[in-house]
């Protein structure tokens, strides 16, 4: 059949609505689908501009290849459109075709010389080469599924589904995944289930990994060739963790224990309400809380828990009274130096009720 490349005659039945700064337009009656309106026709407008199409989106609409400008724009105009020669379009089309063509891709796939049981593949950019096809490689093309392929691998039973279960460990020729349960032979432990993962480098030596299907214990065995080696533990995080605080409580003391050690060491103490203790260095440290009577003179005296053999260094009264009123506002304040070997500590007291009882509390220190 002949191709006609002459022009059609204009197109002028129907209107068309044109809105400025926009690539969308609309029409009236136009019937654009039935009269084979392309990209490339163009719209001649009342103006006398020339607006063209960039496709066609249905059969009263369609949109341009830029946007319309304002003196071409108008509501319900005259359609009027002009169909581009059909020889220009099948140029432009070939003009594109031959475009692809320049990729190589094609003259690449031309080149090539084809072969029995061989297919073609890109090696590089505008380069193709033939692969061998084989047999066996033609059965994994018509599976359809990863269980037909997998079947066709053989390994279906250890890949992609359950594990199967092994009676003996020891005699496993294959890699893949294995399941041994109570009644498998030369599982690790004593008992339990495991997931197994067997690898194979040579017929003889192999490497087994054994995942605990109830804790997180992991145990790893090889065969050097002439037998296999005993199962070890691989110290995961939990048996770290138990080893550990293990070891510490084998290591802990008890608190009686400890004091002896105090003891042991020069730590002599009585922990009490009134108490002491005498570090090493010959250091006494003494806390109290007693209640003494003041004299008519607001004069007291505390006793010390335990005596300084050789001299009182300092020692800080605090008035404990809070909830006696009389006494609230009570100060102390040590007499004379008291130095030297002593017992007890002598005190004045201030704005306190004489004759009277008084809470005193102390921190002392000596050797």
């Known amino acids: 059949m002949a191709i006609s490349t002459g022009p059609r005659p204009d197109y002028d039945l129907g209107k068309v609505t044109l809105t400025a700064g926009l690539d969308v337009f609309t029409t009236v009656g136009g019937s654009l689908d039935i009269i084979a309106v392309q990209a490339g026709d163009t719209i001649l407008t009342p103006s006398g501009l020339f607006l063209v199409i960039a496709e066609i989106t249905g059969a009263e609409s369609g949109k341009l290849v830029f946007p319309c400008p304002a003196q071409a724009a108008g509501v319900d105009l005259p359609l009027r459109i002009r169909f581009q020669p059909e020889g220009s379009r099948l140029m432009a089309t070939a003009a594109a075709i031959l475009s692809r063509f320049s990729s190589g891709n094609v003259t690449s796939l031309a080149d090539l010389e084809s072969q029995a049981n061989t297919m073609p593949f890109f090696s590089g950019i505008g380069q ?95 065969n050097n060739g002439t037998e296999w080696k005993p199962w070890e533990r691989v110290v995961t995080q939990s048996i770290a963790d138990a080893t550990y605080l293990s070891f510490i409580a084998a290591q802990s003391l008890t608190s009686g224990q400890r004091l002896q050690a105090a003891a042991n060491l020069g730590f002599a103490q009585s922990l009490s309400a009134n108490g002491y203790q005498k570090l090493p260095s010959g250091l006494i440290c003494q806390i109290g809380s007693q209640v003494v009577t003041l004299a008519a003179t607001n004069a007291g005296v505390v006793t010390l828990p335990t005596a300084y053999p050789a001299n009182h260094v300092t020692t800080i009264l605090m008035n404990g009274d809070w909830g006696v009123t009389e006494q609230r506002t009570a100060n102390f304040v040590l007499v004379g130096p008291q130095t030297g070997p002593r017992s007890t500590i002598s005190f004045a007291c201030s704005n306190g009720a004489a004759s009277s009882a008084i809470r005193v509390q102390f921190i002392s220190y000596g050797y």
Request: glycine letters at 8%; charged letters at 15%; proline letters at 2%.
């Open 128 to 222: 193709m080469e033939l692969a061998a096809l084989t047999a066996y490689a033609r059965t994994l093309l018509d599976d359809p599924d990863q269980a037909a392929a997998l079947a066709t691998l053989t390994n279906g039973s250890r890949l992609g589904t359950i594990a199967t279960g092994a009676a003996d460990l020891n005699t496993i020729a294959e890699n893949g995944f294995y399941g041994a349960d109570s009644t498998t032979l030369n599982r690790p432990g004593d008992g339990g289930n495991w997931l197994v993962f067997h690898m194979a480098r040579t017929s003889t030596i192999h490497t087994q990994f054994a995942l605990s299907r109830a804790t997180a214990d992991i145990q790893y065995r090889y």
